[in-house]
């Protein structure tokens, strides 16, 4: 107990590590009180991350920045636009389409299923095929019923939709346009002597900013690859499981796992175990090693210098406490977490 309290001692004796405390602890209340409702506020400042690259670059040129940020910020609207009204109906459609074919895929199955005890009497009995077979019709029992009442609450949820679409591209536009007024502003709250806290903004701005820009462009490539790819095979779903393998990027080398299994059972529907089975999963195989070894290093090269093990465990961490914008976030939050312990005053540290 001494040791530690006098770790403790030496800790909040020294200014620069009670500043950084105290703004992390802050940060770390309004995220947890107010994460909820400020989820467009922060999906904004993600957005003008992604946009502040471009504007920089034509600031570099010459380019007026109130110029560049309304060139930089139309090209974004008309991406938004093009994405609300051509790719989400696309998408929902093919959605609506698996849903409506699930029952056939389940009949199909249940069928091959029934083969089983036949083929491998040692290794499966007609008992515990039943008990497999009423366990899926349960649990598919349960994820039409939590569809459906999903679907109830989908007026609600389209006007907060349509709210959000209102509301962030304006957060979006004075995030960029003002940006040097806002940090002022924030900066005038804070004690002039913050060395500590600046060294690790430094670190973690550089890399956030390289991991979000990296990533969505790494998600929006693998999409698109492998939509096309699908399309070109002749596979259903084709944009809609693209889509899936980019998200899956999210969660590195567990998301590559996941999504193996959908686009398995719709190739396996579709065509059966003949050859054009296997050259999907053969090309889907191909698209998950060039991102895995070259994709993914290129953009990403310089934002993620952590170990896989960190890699997950800040994944499974954080997804668990934030769910989806926590696993969006992980691996800069340990990028965070990592720049505080290379910053730390070593003094500071326990004998």
């Known amino acids: 107990m001494k040791i530690i309290s006098n770790w403790f001692r030496r800790q909040l004796s020294d ?7 105290a703004l992390l602890v802050a940060g770390l209340v309004v995220v ?49 636009f093009i994405g609300f009204f051509w790719l989400v109906p696309l998408l929902i459609k093919q959605v609506t389409q698996l849903i409506q074919q699930l029952p ?7 069928t091959a299923l029934m083969t089983l005890p036949e083929r491998y009497p040692r290794l499966i009995s007609e008992n515990q095929l039943h008990e497999i077979a009423t366990t899926l019709r349960a649990e598919v029992v349960r994820q039409a019923q939590k569809l459906l009442s999903v679907s109830m609450s989908s007026v609600l949820g389209l006007v907060t939709l349509l709210v959000y ?21 924030l900066q005038s709250f804070l004690p002039q002597e913050r060395t ?15 991991y979000i820009r990296g990533k969505i462009l790494e998600i929006f490539i693998v999409w698109i690859v492998t939509g096309t790819t699908f399309w070109l095979l002749d596979i259903n779903y084709a944009m809609l499981l693209g889509f899936l393998v980019g998200i899956s990027v999210l969660i590195p080398y567990v998301g590559a796992a996941v999504v193996t299994l959908p686009v398995a059972l719709v190739a396996y529907f579709q065509w059966g175990l003949n050859q054009q089975f296997f050259y999907v999963l053969i090309a889907y195989a191909i698209i998950q090693l060039l991102d895995g070894n070259l994709l993914a290093p290129l953009l990403l090269s310089e934002a993620v210098n952590l170990h896989p093990v960190a890699i997950i465990a800040a994944i499974l961490v954080f997804g668990g406490i934030w769910g989806f914008w926590g696993v969006f976030f992980a691996i800069p939050l340990a990028t965070l977490i990592n720049a505080i312990l290379n910053a730390w005053p070593r003094e500071a540290l326990p004998n």
Request: aromatic content about 12%; charged content about 15%.
């Open 15 to 21: 200014q620069q590590v009670v500043i950084l405390l």
């Open 32 to 80: 947890l009180l107010f994460g909820h409702m400020l989820v467009p506020f922060f999906a904004s400042l993600v957005i003008a991350y992604l946009l502040e690259a471009p504007v920089r670059s034509m600031g570099r040129l010459g380019v007026p920045r109130l110029a560049a940020v309304i060139l930089v910020f139309s090209l974004f609207l008309t991406l938004l």
């Open 104 to 110: 056939v895929m389940i009949s199909e199955a249940q």
């Open 165 to 185: 679409l209102v509301l962030m591209p304006i957060l979006v536009f004075f995030f960029l346009k003002d940006k040097e007024r806002i940090l002022q502003w």
């Open 196 to 210: 500590l806290a600046r060294t690790v903004w430094r670190e973690v701005n550089g890399q956030i900013g390289n």
